[in-house]
T-cell receptor
Framework: DGGITQSPKYLFRKEGQNVTLSCEQNLNHDAMYWYRQDPGQGLRLIYYSQIVNDFQKGDIAEGYSVSREKKESFPLTVTSAQKNPTAFYLC?????????FGQGTRLTVV | GQNIDQPTEMTATEGAIVQINCTYQTSGFNGLFWYQQHAGEAPTFLSYNVLDGLEEKGRFSSFLSRSKGYSYLLLKELQMKDSASYLCAVRNTGFQKLVFGTGTRLLVSP
């Protein structure tokens, strides 16, 4: 069963803690993306990667970090430097002609 | 950079046809994507255009004019379940950055 898996669906953390969101795909897609969505807003690009061991900053990369050690995996770390981390985080993977999203992770920082 | 504009909200009646527009400015165009997003859920891929013209998929069609930086999503025979946000995204060449517009919220009424 091919697809993109984000886990967990809901995540709660205390302020000041780093947290890592998982994104795994078995679609053999080269490109992977991380977005953030706030209530009633559009998707904003955090980081993206075209190949293993290489990634680019998106429009709102401050306070986030990523790695791309395997083609299938693109984890996102939300660091304590991110001022407003509470949001809906979406991971996508893409080929030339299509791009699919995982189910998303709702992160709440209290 | 990339700039993508969509109307914020639209309303339509069940059974009707609605056209959702998207205009964009980008350096190095490499494809335009349309998504549907129901409240609280991840976006679902609808269509991809890279050449000028109309792509049809059942009740949904998408049109692209690269020279005008313009696309539209056409929804026919509207159903209540089509009430959702519709997101336009543009990919550029090089590192394949994929950026989203703020989305159009469509409300279908009986």
């Amino acid at each position: 069963d091919g697809g993109i898996t984000q886990s967990p669906k809901y995540l709660f953390r205390k302020e000041g803690q780093n947290v890592t969101l998982s994104c795994e795909q078995n679609l053999n897609h080269d490109a992977m993306y991380w977005y953030r969505q706030d209530p009633g807003q559009g998707l904003r690009l955090i980081y993206y990667s075209q190949i293993v061991n290489d990634f680019q900053k998106g429009d709102i990369a401050e306070g986030y970090s990523v790695s791309r050690e395997k083609k299938e995996s693109f984890p996102l770390t939300v660091t304590s430097a991110q001022k407003n981390p509470t949001a809906f985080y979406l991971c996508a993977s893409a080929t030339v002609t299509e791009a699919f999203f995982g189910q998303g992770t709702r992160l709440t920082v209290v | 950079g990339q700039n993508i504009d969509q109307p914020t909200e639209m309303t339509a009646t069940e059974g009707a046809i609605v056209q959702i527009n998207c205009t964009y400015q980008t350096s190095g165009f490499n494809g335009l994507f349309w998504y549907q997003q129901h409240a609280g859920e991840a976006p679902t891929f609808l269509s991809y255009n890279v050449l000028d013209g109309l792509e049809e998929k059942g009740r949904f069609s998408s049109f692209l004019s690269r020279s005008k930086g313009y696309s539209y999503l056409l929804l026919k025979e509207l159903q209540m379940k089509d009430s959702a946000s519709y997101l336009c995204a543009v990919r550029n060449t090089g590192f394949q950055k994929l950026v989203f517009g703020t989305g159009t919220r469509l409300l279908v009424s009986p």
